[in-house]
């Protein structure tokens, strides 16, 4: 399976950030509905997407947490 990180939407396309850093364009039409950016999606074998919750909720905990130190 392989991850992805929405983030940004251009025209028909939902732009993903892959895991080595690199940009990929995506049908927007291919991803579920309620997609938005910053949402982490996992492209399963038979080529479908789905949002990958656990992972979402975990970068948002070390984002916050970044952003508490920062102003401590």
Request: include cysteine; hydrophobic fraction near 30%; proline fraction near 1%.
């Amino acid at each position: 399976m392989k991850k992805y990180i929405i983030d940004r939407f251009e025209d028909i396309y939902a732009i993903c950030e892959q895991e080595d850093q690199s940009f990929l364009h995506i049908l927007r039409s291919k991803l579920p509905e309620c997609i938005k950016e910053g949402d982490c999606i996992i492209e399963k074998e038979d080529g479908t997407f789905s949002i990958d919750v656990n992972e979402k909720l975990e970068r948002e905990h070390r984002i916050r947490e970044k952003m508490n130190h920062l102003f401590e």
